[in-house]
């Protein structure tokens, strides 16, 4: 394995730029997700890095060779599709083999590889399988056992769960973080999905409009966002404009005063988590805020409710409450109508 040196990348399609000044590192055995919208760009980084796309400017190293200009097959790159692009003609064997023929990998090593990965991925006892003839789930395996035969020194995924459907995603995922883990596997991930990247990641790279947003664990990101795109891409979030009348002081919409740290006098915005938002008939100790108010509407979502709640000011928030049904009270702890207390704490406001 090696790292993944990427610098000043850049790609433009004609007047199209796709990718702007994209410069990130990656360690030795390191997952990294791109993540980001529809046309963000991260496809198109994920695909200079494996080689089927020439930079218009910038440079690729993985491990100390410079990769930018080197062909597909002599980068080392183990390349895992949306639509697994199997060959239908071969079997699951033929298809691992492919790649090692291609890298001049003699027979008999050959041999052992396939074995080797093929058990890997649990799918030694559907060797001699067409691609036809496999699950979703199962194809998208082959096709992993089939970038990891190679050896390579950099694991690159291109949504690789798309086509799985919501169990088989989550399965998938597992084995491919408990691989990568196993491996030490250099790997880049794309995908859209904000739950994949978080629950899959060492480090994210959140792009938008082909630039990086902000890189960092996934718990720096959910916890603290760099801008307003990166908050409202990951998670959902209230937003309170308003402005600072304090050093520990915000006042948001209908004058309505919050407590709330990492303060400036160029604060124009609050960020606040559904879920980080305490509903209670009385205010709780403890949090620097207790905002009074009552229950507009509540969406049933089994294990949780939606919210919303208006304060005395005339504040709203949405809450995300957990569903605690108290027997002979029906099935929602909370009801339109009902009088209610939003306690949270100072340092769960973002400010921006
Ligand atoms: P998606 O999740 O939809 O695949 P993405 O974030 O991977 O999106 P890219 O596919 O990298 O985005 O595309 C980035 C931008 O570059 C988009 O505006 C896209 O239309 C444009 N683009 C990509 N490939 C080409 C191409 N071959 N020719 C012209 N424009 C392109």
Redesign the pocket.
């Known amino acids: 394995m090696a790292h993944i040196s990427i610098r000043n990348l850049k ?1 433009q ?2 007047q ?1 730029v ?2 702007s000044d994209f410069s990130l590192d990656i360690a030795d055995g390191e997952l990294v997700t791109f993540l ?12 200079m890095v494996a080689g089927f ?1 020439a930079p218009t400017a910038g440079s690729i190293h993985i491990g100390d060779t410079d990769v930018t200009r080197l062909p597909v097959h002599k980068r080392e790159t183990g390349m895992v599709f949306q639509r697994y692009a199997l060959f239908p003609h071969m079997t699951v064997e033929q298809n691992v083999a492919f790649g090692l023929e291609m890298h001049k990998v003699d027979r008999r090593e050959r041999q052992t590889r396939i074995q080797e990965v093929l058990s890997l991925v649990r799918m030694s006892h559907l060797a001699q399988r067409y691609p036809r003839e496999l699950s979703g789930g199962q194809q998208q395996r082959v096709a992993i056992a089939r970038a990891l035969a190679i050896r390579p020194r950099a694991f690159l995924l291109d ?1 690789p769960l798309s086509n799985l459907d919501a169990k088989l995603r989550l399965e998938v995922r597992e084995e491919i973080r408990t691989l990568q883990q196993e491996l030490g596997l250099s790997t880049i991930f ?1 995908t ?1 999905d904000q739950e994949e990247a978080l629950a899959i990641s060492d480090r994210m790279a959140v ?1 938008f409009d ?1 630039k990086v947003q902000q890189v960092g664990t996934p718990e720096e990101l959910y916890e603290r966002p760099a801008n307003l795109f990166v908050a409202s891409f990951l998670g959902r979030m209230n937003f309170l404009p308003g402005s600072h009348a304090g050093s520990t002081e915000f006042i948001a919409a209908s004058s309505t005063s919050i407590k709330a740290d990492g303060l400036t006098a160029s604060t124009r915005q609050l960020g606040l988590r559904p879920e980080r938002i305490r509903l209670s008939p009385t205010p709780q100790a403890g949090f620097a805020n207790q905002l009074a108010g009552a229950i507009d509407n509540v969406s049933y979502l089994g294990d949780q409710l939606d919210i919303r709640f208006r304060a005395a000011s005339g504040l709203q928030l949405i809450i995300q409450a957990p569903n605690l049904p108290e027997p002979g009270n029906g099935f929602r702890c909370w009801q339109p109508g009902m009088a209610a207390v939003a306690n949270f704490h100072a340092h769960d406001c973002i400010a921006f």
């Not at 980001?36 to 695909?47: A, D, F, N, V």
């Open positions: 790609k399609f004609g199209t796709a990718v980001g919208p529809s046309g963000c760009g991260k496809t198109t980084t994920l695909r796309i949504e794309v859209h792009m082909g």
